[in-house]
């Protein structure tokens, strides 16, 4: 079981009590050593040998503990107690000492005889008397929260709650940080405050203290046998900001052991400040992966349905530590009678561009029937496809005590618990409320948690007298190791590779949300979606009680990742259906910590842009030339746009630098910038000067006012290729294989005598010309290759250092370019082929080969915009991996590209002399 390792305690052994036997929110302060007298005990002869154990105090209980594990471990709700106070002795008893005393008619026995069964709760018409001595400590002491707890259970639920909330309080605040289990005293403390580890059903307060070197995590309990958990930073490989319990309060830290830790914090701002600190330090090194990476990953099919469908699961805030948001997979088989199991046959498999509740027709008329009827906010089905209890329906074989834990000490009737594979898809397929899918065990090899090890008794059914025991399994398999491993084959089958993105558009894609929802039939109950209640706005400790429970109840549905249709496998394609939702791009790229930084403070407007861009992108094979013009006696080697989007600017080889005016279509400027070809333009913020990179060696500012160059940057010792602004530097290219990076205020003043001294750093690590490059600010990298050996080089400009080396092409590149997110460059180059890279792990993503040479790209992470050498524009979706448009208008190769940030119009230059401005239709 996945969630079950994180689970593991090496002391359970001798310690039986755990936070699972407590109630939903009861909380653990304290224990005490006592000695305990049983009603109706012969106390002498318990003098002699009294039974030892601990007194646990809880918000909503008190527990025994014994030491004897043949003993029951006693729980007394202190809504059921009459009296919990200091004990008056008769005067000839043998029990001396300060004694207390719990008067109640009834209490709970769990694990008794060390069995793991339901509880056994004991109701008694008279009032029982249950006596504790204390062994190390006062009666005053044990009892300063007992008696004040319960008083507060006495009262209503809300001055019940606020009562409650000031003892923890104060408890809390009780507890420093003990900074002697500081592993080294020399580490630099970077935060502490309070948080929740999660895990599953279980959220346990506790001082966490973030260092340079670990997280420390000291409980404000002794639930576990070691005070303080270490976790050491060199260990983590992933970092992801969680939703929990509906709120952006969560971080889940992966580590290389498969220790993982699961954080939750009071408030997003103070998860937020503990994130930054801890990738802040220098140990900590996670992976970066981002959707569209991934999605170009499991197009090529370069990793599995399994892998993917874990991926997006993590992606949309699903954890094992959570079973309200527990990874969620799909049912793919449905046939369970047959003796052999068909994977070539269709009829194999279920529907999967269907949720679970539309694959009964007639079922489903009768839920969009009531859905008709219904008030808002409207439902179609009153249940999820995913909840805590369908969690433990599936695995009460091997996490029986999570289950009587969410079940309140009992197992569910013998008839409703997890009997065969067939009986519960057919009960999915027709029962009245059922639609749940499936669990990522099925897929795991092993199968254990359909095999009754642990020889639970789980009940016997009412209308055959058998005995819950192993789940039977369709007759195609031959031992539970066996079924997993086949329901594995069928993950990754043809048929599913085909069909799997339309499912994916249901769970987590654009049919889970909006009209789309609606006419897929996947329309849930309104509280299990993200963002349909605000629980920090909900001041009332009942109704927020009430809606925490709800979420227990119902689950929750995953994060929205995609909000247009998701693209089928590549190779799996020509098995889909003829349907148009397979041919568009899908992601938005919504990274792992995208979840708290939604709500951008521009307004909905600017949240809208980048998705319309992504859009527009999409759409450029659509793109119609709205004017072409001759603009130079050379071919055009770089255009620029002005800060409107209004005037244009290109250079040339004839040495020219033009100003057009895209409204009035005409030239309003010419100007004749040096003695030899320009290969670079970048207009400045005045509108006035220009800087422009030239083959005569030099970057040169030129004034188009005063028609004048005013600074002159003799760069390099061989024609400069191109130019770059980086926050406060310049950075250039150029055939004498370098790339250097300058002082932008140093070299545009012109103060520095020499060129050298304006220069910040040289990278010469390059064997031949440089013809292009391109920098990401947020990595701070920058990339650049055009060699004729195919090397692409990335450098760090954090210090200047080979960040990778890439060996893209048997020939020269003719352009580079990251992709948004920086997670990936892509290629061109005169051997016909363009290239993806993962930039990260210095892999291939994706290969495509060419009909002709691209001589310029732009790419936006699903679609590439190419310049081609025969003069046309090639539009392709590396995600589908074809060629979608092309576009003819130049007659000499494409130079340059400029797209504009809506993506509604693009400029290109070319070796024809011409510019021309294509825009969307």
């Known amino acids: 079981m996945s969630f079950l390792q994180q689970a593991d305690d090496p002391s359970a052994a001798t310690r039986r009590f755990s936070l699972l036997l407590l109630d939903t929110a009861e909380l653990y302060y304290e224990d005490f050593s006592v000695h305990y007298f049983p009603p109706g005990c012969v106390e002498r002869d318990l003098v002699a040998r009294p039974i030892k154990g601990r007194l646990l105090i809880c918000s909503k209980s008190i527990l025994f503990d014994p030491i004897s594990h043949s003993d029951a471990i006693l729980k007394f709700p202190y809504a059921n107690c009459q009296r919990i106070a200091r004990w008056e002795a008769p005067l000839m008893s043998p029990i001396t000492g300060e004694t207390i005393v719990i008067r109640t008619t009834r209490y709970v026995k769990l694990k008794e005889g060390n069995i793991l069964g339901p509880y056994v709760f004991v109701n008694s018409k008279e009032t029982l008397e249950f006596r504790f001595t204390p062994n190390y400590n006062t009666v005053s002491v044990v009892l300063s929260k007992p008696s004040r ?136 090194k996670p992976e970066n992966k981002t959707q569209g990476n991934l999605l170009l990953q499991w197009q090529n099919g370069e990793i599995s349905n399994y892998d993917y469908l874990m991926t997006l699961n993590t992606l949309a805030d699903r954890s094992f530590n959570d079973l309200t948001q527990y990874p969620v997979f799909p049912w793919v088989i449905k046939d369970y009678t047959s003796e052999k199991l068909d994977l070539e046959n269709p009829d194999s498999f279920r529907d999967l561009s269907k949720p ?52 309140n000490g009992k197992y569910d009737h013998a008839d409703r618990m997890f009997w065969g594979m067939q009986e519960t898809w057919n009960n999915v397929i027709n029962g009245g409320a059922d ?26 059914r009412q209308g055959t007298g058998e005995r819950v025991d192993n789940v039977i399994l369709p007759p195609w398999a031959g031992s539970a190791s066996d ?104 992601v938005t790229d919504v990274g792992q910590d995208d ?36 603009m130079h006696r050379e071919p055009v080697t770089a255009v620029a746009v002005s800060g409107n989007n209004k005037t244009l600017y290109s250079v040339g080889q004839d040495g020219c630098l033009k100003i057009h005016d895209l409204q009035d279509q005409m030239q309003t400027h010419s100007a004749t910038v040096g003695t030899m070809a320009l290969s670079s333009v970048i207009p400045l913020a005045d509108g006035k000067t220009f800087i422009v990179g030239s083959w005569d060696n030099n970057v040169y500012w030129y004034d188009i006012e005063f028609g004048r160059v005013v600074t002159t940057l003799n760069a390099h010792d061989d024609a ?28 545009a003043s012109g103060s520095k005598r020499f060129a050298e001294e304006c220069m910040v750093e040289e990278m010469g690590q390059l064997d031949g010309e440089v013809h292009c490059m391109d920098i990401h600010e947020e990595r701070k990298l920058i990339v650049g290759s055009g060699v004729t050996d195919g090397l692409v080089m990335v450098w760090n400009l954090s210090d200047y250092t080979v960040f990778k080396e890439l060996y893209s092409h048997e020939e020269k590149v003719n352009d580079v370019k990251f992709s948004p997110d920086g997670q990936r460059v892509i290629t061109c180059g005169t051997d016909a082929t363009l290239r993806i890279f993962d930039i990260d792990h210095g892999t291939t993503v994706s290969q495509f080969e060419l009909t002709e040479d691209f001589q310029t790209l732009a790419f936006d992470g699903q679609t590439v915009l190419a310049g081609c050498e025969s003069g046309n524009l090639a539009v392709w979706d590396v995600v589908q991996g074809n060629q979608v448009a092309e576009l003819k208008k130049h007659k000499g190769a494409v130079r340059a590209i400029l797209i504009l940030p809506d993506a509604k119009t693009v400029i290109t230059g070319a070796d024809d002399q011409t510019c021309c401005l294509w825009t969307l239709e």
């Open 149 to 284: 707890l319960l008083s507060a259970h006495k009262k209503s639920l809300r001055d019940s709650a606020r009562i409650i909330d000031k003892i923890t309080r104060e408890h809390q605040e009780s507890i420093e940080f003990d900074s002697g289990w500081l592993e080294d005293l020399s580490e630099r403390i970077v935060s502490k405050m309070t948080a929740n580890r999660v895990t599953p059903l279980v959220s346990n307060p506790g001082r966490v203290m973030l260092t340079s070197s670990r997280i420390y995590f000291q409980p404000f309990n002794n639930v576990d046998p070691v005070p303080v958990k270490k976790f050491n930073h060199d260990s983590i490989f992933r970092v992801v900001k969680r939703r929990y319990m509906l709120r952006q309060i969560g971080l889940e830290i992966f580590y290389n052991n498969e220790t993982v830790l699961f954080l939750s914090f009071a408030e997003t701002s103070e998860r937020d400040t503990f994130y930054n600190g801890l990738i802040q330090q220098e140990l900590v």
């Open 435 to 460: 639609v749940k899918e499936l669990i990522p065990e099925f897929y795991q090899p092993g199968g254990k948690f359909l095999e009754n090890s642990l020889r639970l008794n789980l009940g016997t």
């Open 483 to 586: 079924f997993t491993a086949k329901c594995r084959e069928a993950l990754e089958s043809d048929y599913v590779s085909a069909n799997l993105h339309k499912w994916i558009d249901l769970i987590f894609g654009y049919k889970q949300r909006g009209q789309d929802a609606i006419e897929a039939d996947n329309v849930f109950y309104h509280l299990t979606y993200e963002g349909s209640v605000d629980l920090d706005s909900v001041t009332d400790v009942v109704e927020r009680e009430a809606i925490m429970a709800q979420i227990m109840e119902f689950g929750q549905t995953p994060k929205q990742l995609f909000t247009i249709p998701h693209p089928s496998r590549k190779g799996a394609a020509r098995a889909c259906s003829n349907n148009e939702e397979d041919s568009g791009p899908c």
């Open 356 to 407: 679970i509740g539309a694959l009964n027709e007639e079922r489903l008329a009768g839920w969009k029937k009531r859905y008709q009827e219904m008030p808002e906010p409207k439902f179609l089905y009153g249940t999820h496809y995913s909840s805590p209890g369908y969690v433990l329906f599936y695995t009460v074989r091997v996490a029986p005590e999570y289950t009587l834990c969410l079940q």
């Open 720 to 747: 400069v290729s191109c130019v770059l602004r980086y926050e406060d530097f310049l950075v250039t290219s150029s055939w004498d294989s370098t790339i250097k990076i300058w002082n932008y205020e140093d070299a």
């Open 595 to 630: 979840a708290a930084e939604s709500v951008q403070e521009e307004g909905s407007a600017t949240q809208q842009e980048p998705q319309n861009a992504a859009l527009n992108w999409a759409n450029f094979g659509k793109l119609s030339p709205e004017f072409s013009q001759r």
